[in-house]
């Protein structure tokens, strides 16, 4: 890959190499150079002299031009930080986003810290909501449903992994394998990504069952706006992640369809990517 074989040339050639395809190509260079010596980050600040055998220049190659063609880094790896927890993912999931720690946060403003409750995430995915609200929270009883038996597994194996016993996955369509069970809080970051948007090409190895849903993106969030209130609780609290540019609708669509204090959320970015919204009771 190149002349020298230096930790500290081979992170800038790397860093170079992936600017067309990543956002942060330093950290990405940093966590591959680490990945290929199986040494922590902070190894590399410390030794940035030493160089790789041919071994770790190899697999540093191979991975490198895995990332080049689109695979990411969560997929190469197999794991990806959210909410500072280390979760598994697989191609059977979507890479959990930062930005969905907003999502994170606001729910556990409705959870009691010392109290017994319930919350249900629906689309959970790899866990990633679910596992960081049982974490935040023990004593609510957290359950994930997923119609994926692939992304279930996984969301399994991060609770085990994360050692909580406040949480457990059930396979099925939104809200089909709850029952008659009501839930003070209902979490969700359903597909919401239009069939016809161009942002789909930079996310072809995220399976596009969880990002993709009809009807321009509103699709799932229209099923779940009707759904929803047979399973939550009186006063309950339903928090679901969407596109900045489909807040003006998804607030419409709850008004019409008998939700209360519906209320858009902005990110850190100031985008409205949350939407809020109350049960009658
Ligand atoms: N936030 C994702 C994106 O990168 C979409 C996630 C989703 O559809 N739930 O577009």
Redesign the pocket.
């Not at 990543?22 to 002299?49: C, G, K, Q, W």
């Not at 394998?177 to 942002?199: K, R, T």
């Not at 939550?232 to 939700?259: C, M, N, P, R, Y």
């Given at each position: 890959m190149s002349e020298s074989r230096e930790i500290r040339s081979l992170i800038d050639l790397v860093t170079e190499r992936l600017r067309p395809v990543s956002e942060t190509p330093r950290l990405e260079a940093d966590l591959l150079v680490a990945r290929a010596i199986n040494m922590p980050r902070s190894y590399l600040f410390a030794h940035p002299d030493d160089e790789l055998d041919d071994g770790a220049l190899g697999r540093l190659t191979s991975e490198v031009e895995r990332r080049l063609d689109g695979e990411p880094l969560a997929y190469i790896s197999g794991m990806k930080e959210f909410w500072s927890l280390e979760l598994m993912v697989t191609p059977a999931t979507?890479v959990p986003?930062p930005?969905?720690e907003r999502l994170v946060e606001l729910a556990l403003r409705e959870i009691p810290l010392k109290e017994h409750s319930a919350v249900l995430d629906l689309?959970t995915g790899s866990g990633a909501i679910a596992c960081a609200i049982a974490w935040e929270r023990r004593m609510a009883h957290v359950t994930g449903v997923d119609i994926s038996a692939d992304a279930i597994a996984v969301a399994e194996q991060n609770a085990r992994q994360l050692d909580l016993d406040n949480l457990r996955f059930v396979e099925g369509s939104w809200i089909e394998p709850v029952g008659e069970l009501s839930y003070p809080v209902i979490v969700s970051?359903?597909?919401?990504?239009a069939e016809d948007?161009q942002?789909l090409a930079a996310?072809k190895r995220e399976p596009a069952s969880?990002?993709?849903?009809p009807e321009n993106?509103l699709g799932c969030i229209r099923v779940l706006a009707e759904v929803v209130p047979s399973v939550l609780a009186e006063g309950g609290v339903f928090l679901f992640?969407?596109?900045a540019g489909q807040a003006e609708e998804i607030d419409a669509l709850l008004k019409s369809t008998g939700w209360t204090e519906v209320e858009t959320i902005t990110d850190l970015a100031g985008l409205p990517r949350v939407t809020r919204a109350r049960r009658e009771s």
């Amino acid at each position: 890959m190149s002349e020298s074989r230096e930790i500290r040339s081979l992170i800038d050639l790397v860093t170079e190499r992936l600017r067309p395809v990543s956002e942060t190509p330093r950290l990405e260079a940093d966590l591959l150079v680490a990945r290929a010596i199986n040494m922590p980050r902070s190894y590399l600040f410390a030794h940035p002299d030493d160089e790789l055998d041919d071994g770790a220049l190899g697999r540093l190659t191979s991975e490198v031009e895995r990332r080049l063609d689109g695979e990411p880094l969560a997929y190469i790896s197999g794991m990806k930080e959210f909410w500072s927890l280390e979760l598994m993912v697989t191609p059977a999931t979507l890479v959990p986003r930062p930005e969905t720690e907003r999502l994170v946060e606001l729910a556990l403003r409705e959870i009691p810290l010392k109290e017994h409750s319930a919350v249900l995430d629906l689309g959970t995915g790899s866990g990633a909501i679910a596992c960081a609200i049982a974490w935040e929270r023990r004593m609510a009883h957290v359950t994930g449903v997923d119609i994926s038996a692939d992304a279930i597994a996984v969301a399994e194996q991060n609770a085990r992994q994360l050692d909580l016993d406040n949480l457990r996955f059930v396979e099925g369509s939104w809200i089909e394998p709850v029952g008659e069970l009501s839930y003070p809080v209902i979490v969700s970051n359903p597909p919401y990504v239009a069939e016809d948007d161009q942002a789909l090409a930079a996310l072809k190895r995220e399976p596009a069952s969880a990002l993709v849903a009809p009807e321009n993106g509103l699709g799932c969030i229209r099923v779940l706006a009707e759904v929803v209130p047979s399973v939550l609780a009186e006063g309950g609290v339903f928090l679901f992640e969407h596109g900045a540019g489909q807040a003006e609708e998804i607030d419409a669509l709850l008004k019409s369809t008998g939700w209360t204090e519906v209320e858009t959320i902005t990110d850190l970015a100031g985008l409205p990517r949350v939407t809020r919204a109350r049960r009658e009771s």
